[in-house]
């Protein structure tokens, strides 16, 4: 069974189009976040949320916006995409904020043409 | 800031060969350590951890140990495969701050037959 999966795992979109990625964790965690993957592998962090509550929101663009409708799912929505946003997008979650062993979905692949 | 660094990659070596792949760290707190494993197309994978000084971290014959007096935590195995071919990442989580892992920029490694 899947612990962390995202979808989709693969996203070829024109730039100026909104676009969400879904991500859902049967764990039983409390903590989810989303990471940002460039093409030189640095994993930056973007989000965080603990039990639907956002508690982390690094420097991103107000293009990109989370939602956490229950503790088990965490969607990404990004309007207007632009030529930088091509990367890959990592869901993660944690039991709690004060766990440090993150648990990773597969990533989705984002592509902005 | 708190900040992790590896050295830059690509790692080549030949089957059976010995593998070191060096990190180092800068905390302000006591950080623990972590080596995540990336294999190509997937997400991320705790590999080892290790929470104090001189703890060892140990998994899939993988060891890395926890050296305060060298603020180090290099990741080693003594005979490689091609199946350990992937990226790998250290980091480290500042139990006294967000608990947010701060990774390094990862090291690819490619085993050849």
């Known amino acids: 069974d899947t612990a962390v999966s995202q979808t989709p795992k693969y996203l070829v979109t024109q730039m100026g189009n909104d676009k969400s990625i879904k991500c859902e964790q049967n764990l039983g965690h409390d903590t989810m976040y989303w990471y940002k993957q460039d093409s030189k592998k640095f994993l930056k962090i973007m989000f965080s949320y603990n039990n639907k509550e956002l508690i982390i929101n690094e420097t991103v663009p107000n293009r990109f916006s989370p939602k956490s409708p229950d503790k088990a799912h965490l969607n990404l929505h990004i309007n207007s995409l632009e030529l930088g946003d091509s990367a890959v997008y990592f869901c993660?979650?944690?039991?709690?904020?004060?766990?440090?062993?993150?648990?990773f979905g597969p990533g989705t692949r984002l592509l902005v043409l | 800031g708190d900040s992790v660094t590896q050295m830059e990659g690509p790692v080549t070596l030949s089957e059976e060969a010995f593998l070191t792949i060096n990190c180092t760290y800068t905390?302000?707190?006591?950080?623990?350590l972590f080596w995540y494993v990336q294999y190509p197309g997937e997400g991320l994978q705790l590999l080892l951890k290790a929470t104090k000084a001189d703890d060892k971290g140990s998994n899939k014959g993988f060891e890395a140990t926890y050296r305060k007096e060298t603020t180090s935590f290099h990741l080693e195995k003594g005979s490689v495969q091609v199946s350990d071919s992937a990226v790998y990442f250290c980091a480290l989580s500042d139990t006294g701050g967000s608990y947010i892992p701060t990774f390094g920029r990862g090291t690819s490694l490619i085993v050849h037959p």
């Open positions: 993660a979650s944690s039991l709690r904020t004060t766990e440090e062993t993150q648990y």
């Open positions: 905390a302000t707190g006591y950080p623990s």
